[in-house]
């Protein structure tokens, strides 16, 4: 992906990752993208709106060394 | 004597500038190592002055210390605490598969499933990826998920505002799971 194309994509994700399903399908008709930056984005959005991954992993706790308090 | 003093000691090639420094973060290392640590479930006895003892030691091998200030250091130990974490995993791995791998230092201080371990190489096979066209959000997953950072100390730590970091966590996040394929 070129540098400008990864840029359009960031700044469309940006903008509706946080919008309603009905405000995004507006705008993504309104800009008229080619299908694989459609495809993308949306592929984008969803990952957004249902993954769980590790890296949103909050274990119920842990022990240090068998004695410290988990930090936070 | 300040950290970045000590890292301009240490950049003069002075070893013992190096252990003066080390005690000096210490407790951000162990910080650091707890934040890594928290990733994976507690089903077992974690250890987190092993890991940082073993990063330190990584660091102490390194042929080239040239950091220009403590953001500097702290980019280089979340990339050499990226590699514990992925070493072990790869070796829990080869375990898996019975290639007669010995066991890490940390073996006894890290423990995590044989799943975790498989889905910390994917990320971090995913992060490799995502940071060869876009360096940034690489960095702040990797200050985030293996340093354990909050969103304004990385901030913070790449000169950029936490509202940034924000929307690059976000766009990294989506980006990562759509990769690792669990979105």
Same mark, same amino acid.
């Given at each position: 992906m070129t540098t400008t194309r990864w840029n359009r994509l960031r700044a469309l994700f940006d903008e509706l990752a946080d919008l309603t399903i009905q405000a995004r399908s507006v705008r993504i008709a309104e800009e008229q993208l080619d299908a694989p930056l459609r495809h993308e984005l949306l592929g984008l959005l969803a990952a957004h709106d249902h993954s769980a991954t590790i890296l949103d992993q909050e274990p119920p706790g842990y022990r240090l060394n068998g004695s410290e308090a988990r930090p936070r | 004597m300040e950290v970045t003093q000590l890292l301009h000691a240490v950049d003069q090639g002075r070893d013992d500038a190096f252990d003066r420094l080390f005690a000096l973060i210490y407790d951000d290392l162990r910080r650091m190592a707890n934040a890594q640590l928290r990733q994976f479930p507690a089903h077992e006895t974690l250890n987190a002055t092993a890991l940082v003892h073993e990063a330190y030691m990584k660091l102490v091998r390194q =042929? &080239?210390? &040239?950091? =220009?200030?403590r953001q500097h250091l702290f980019g280089l130990l979340s990339m050499v605490m990226r590699r514990l974490i992925i070493t072990y995993a790869e070796r829990k791995s080869a375990q898996k598969r019975g290639g007669g791998v010995k066991p890490l230092p940390l073996d006894e201080a890290l423990h995590f499933s044989e799943a975790q371990a498989q889905e910390v190489l994917a990320l971090d096979e995913a992060l490799t990826r995502l940071s060869a066209f876009d360096e940034r959000l690489g960095k702040v997953v990797e200050l985030h998920f293996?340093?354990?950072?909050?969103q304004k100390e990385i901030g913070e730590a790449l000169d950029i505002s936490e509202r940034t970091v924000k929307r690059d966590w976000k766009m990294a996040r989506a980006w990562l799971s759509k990769e690792m394929g669990t979105a």
């Open positions: - | =042929e &080239h210390k &040239h950091w =220009e200030n293996f340093v354990g950072l909050t």
